[in-house]
């Protein structure tokens, strides 16, 4: 044997790899001499080309698929079998949810401002309005004086009141 082994193509190195496998070690062998190369050579070859020997001999494998599997492979893919019930309920139940939710943060925010609103006018400069009114009460029924230098008084409304009734002027 040289020791430069001849260059083969894939189809040649897959049809001797064939013809390796199917036969026994003495058909490796005699192969091998016949191509001028080594078994070594023709079993990475084997290994490269990934040939396998089909033996007639082997049990042959049947798979049994469902009817709802064929016509999957037949559509390409799973058709879709939508359960309305269960998809409207939620759909529902989902609506209704954020609905609450959104009434609910409107309610809390209305008895925040509320109370806010309470807070505040109570802390305001005017809480007391029943002593203001009072006060302005006692200078509406009370003699006084508002402005001395032109004259101008004040006389309690009932007495204002009973002069221009009984002033026709």
Avoid: C
């Avoid at 199917?22 to 001028?36: C, F, I, P, R, Y």
């Avoid at 401002?113 to 006692?138: H, L």
Wanted: hydrophobic residues 40%; without cysteine; negative net charge.
């Amino acid at each position: 044997m040289s020791k430069q082994p001849k260059d083969f193509t894939s189809e040649e190195k897959a049809a001797i790899a064939l013809k390796a496998v199917s036969g026994d070690t003495d058909a490796k062998q005699e192969l091998a001499k016949k191509h001028g190369i080594t078994v070594e050579i023709i079993d990475q070859w084997i290994h490269e080309t990934g040939v396998q020997n089909v033996d007639e001999d082997e049990e042959s494998v049947d798979l049994e698929a469902s009817e709802s599997f064929a016509d999957s492979v037949l559509f390409g893919a799973v058709p879709d079998k939508l359960n309305y019930p269960r998809l409207v309920f939620w759909s529902v139940f989902g609506t209704v949810t954020i609905v609450l939710m959104i009434v609910a943060i409107m309610a809390i925010h209305d008895f925040t401002v509320t109370s806010s609103e309470q807070q505040r006018s109570a802390e305001s400069r005017f809480y007391n309005i029943e002593e203001i009114q009072e006060r302005d009460r006692i200078k509406l029924d009370s003699f006084g004086v508002v402005d001395p230098n032109e004259g101008i008084y004040r006389i309690p409304i009932d007495s204002a009141i009973t002069r221009i009734a009984q002033d026709p002027e």
